[in-house]
């Protein structure tokens, strides 16, 4: 059988760094105690873990304060929680036609209760935001602008910092969804202006499946409401949810496992350096980029300025449905992209690539190679050639 070569990093990453996989099993194996709930050796060992990968994740963040990091289940998780925590108290809401549903659905869920109202901005042609038009969709009663920092469909770097300056000066909160973009893109929550920063911590950060983290700058918890309440292993005597953080928002015994695996796959990357992955993913992209280009027959999707993106293609060929092509691909080549909408309806609306269902994408990270590039644009060549 073929090598399995994977390009649905932008779903989860895979392979993760070999790290990963010792932390997760020596948490299992010889740790397998709650964190921060007891004394004995395992119980605090497991709270070293906790705070260690809390560290990191901060590390990368460039902040100073790993308390303001929340470890949540996923990145819809922590999107939910910034979402429904700031809007408990209604207000408008400003996102974009580039979000994912883990935004598009908890503000249409929020709209349809009459809790916010919601502006949807438009795109330009190669799917970025014109941060002028979040400044004239703001209103006196905009509480919150939600916007994703690279798009999960053409890979389009939307311009944050200019969004979050934009919040600042109107006094409205700036939650940026980070999914395809922590620990693959160097970030710094400061400059961006963030207040708050949603991301997965199984895809960019490689950590394992079912964790998460939500970034809350200084001060923004007390706008942010609990979602869940329980045990924290702090305050016990009282029956009300503590304030202080990260525990107002982290009830229940956490993934322990995961995040230990997360610390480890973020170590690797603060080892390795944010902008050492950043370099070889536009490296691959530029490969992939220039072979597709002589590939006829095939359409690539957002913009053409490779800085403008991350290592992510979205694209139709020709003559065969993205599904189709994704089943080939996968059954004669074992190459594995993913075809469809990929949750972001209204970005494939835009791009008027909805009734085809969507396109195929095909996503790149630090341990693909520019050989499995290779290969997909043989594969891909071969494909159009065949359909001709
Ligand atoms: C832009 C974007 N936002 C949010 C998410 C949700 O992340 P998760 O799958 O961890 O819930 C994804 C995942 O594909 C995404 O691409």
Redesign the pocket.
């Known amino acids: 059988m073929r090598e399995r070569i994977y390009f649905d990093q932008?779903?989860?990453s895979w392979p993760k760094p070999e790290a990963v996989y010792q932390a997760v099993d020596r948490y299992q194996r010889t740790v397998g105690a709650s964190a921060g709930r007891g004394a004995y050796a395992e119980a605090q060992q497991a709270e070293r873990l906790v705070e260690a990968a809390r560290r990191s994740v901060a590390r990368l963040l460039k902040i100073e304060d790993a308390r303001r990091i929340v470890f949540t289940l996923?990145?819809?998780?922590s999107?939910n929680l910034a979402l429904h925590g700031v809007l408990s108290t209604g207000g408008h809401v400003i996102t974009t036609l580039a979000?994912?549903n883990?935004?598009l659905r908890p503000l249409k869920t929020l709209e349809v209760a009459g809790r916010v109202t919601v502006s949807r901005v438009g795109l330009g042609p190669s799917g970025l935001v014109d941060p002028e038009d979040i400044r004239r969709a703001m209103t006196g009663e905009t509480r919150l602008i939600v916007m994703?920092h690279?798009?999960?469909v053409t890979g389009a770097l939307q311009p944050a910092a200019e969004v979050g300056r934009l919040a600042r000066q109107a006094g409205a909160l700036f939650l940026l969804?980070a999914?395809?973009t922590l620990g693959e893109v160097p970030m710094d929550v400061e400059q961006l202006g963030v207040d708050l920063l949603a991301a997965?911590g199984?895809?960019g950060l490689l950590g394992p499946l079912g964790t998460?983290v939500l970034y809350l700058r200084p001060g923004v918890e007390q706008q942010v409401a609990s979602l869940r309440q329980g045990g924290t292993g702090s305050r016990s005597d009282q029956d009300w949810q503590p304030e202080l953080l990260p525990d107002k928002f982290e009830s229940g015994n956490l993934n322990v496992p995961g995040i230990a695996g997360l610390g480890a796959g973020a170590d690797w990357l603060l080892e390795r350096g944010v902008d050492l992955v950043r370099q070889h993913g536009l490296a691959l992209l530029g490969r992939l980029w220039a072979r597709l280009g002589e590939i006829g027959g095939i359409t690539v999707f957002g913009p053409t300025d490779l800085q403008q993106r991350v290592p992510l293609v979205s694209l139709t060929l020709a003559g065969i449905d993205p599904q189709e092509l994704a089943a080939v691909l996968d059954s004669s080549y074992r190459i594995q992209g993913r075809a469809g909408l990929?949750?972001?309806p209204l970005m494939h609306r835009h791009l008027g690539t909805l009734q085809r269902g969507g396109t195929l994408r095909l996503s790149l990270g630090p341990m693909n190679t520019l050989e499995q590039v290779e290969q997909v644009a043989e594969a891909l060549d071969d494909i159009a050639r065949q359909l001709r």
């Open positions: 932008a779903a989860t996923n990145g819809t998780d999107l979000e994912h883990s935004v994703t690279a798009s999960n969804d999914a395809q997965p199984h895809k998460g990929h949750c972001a």
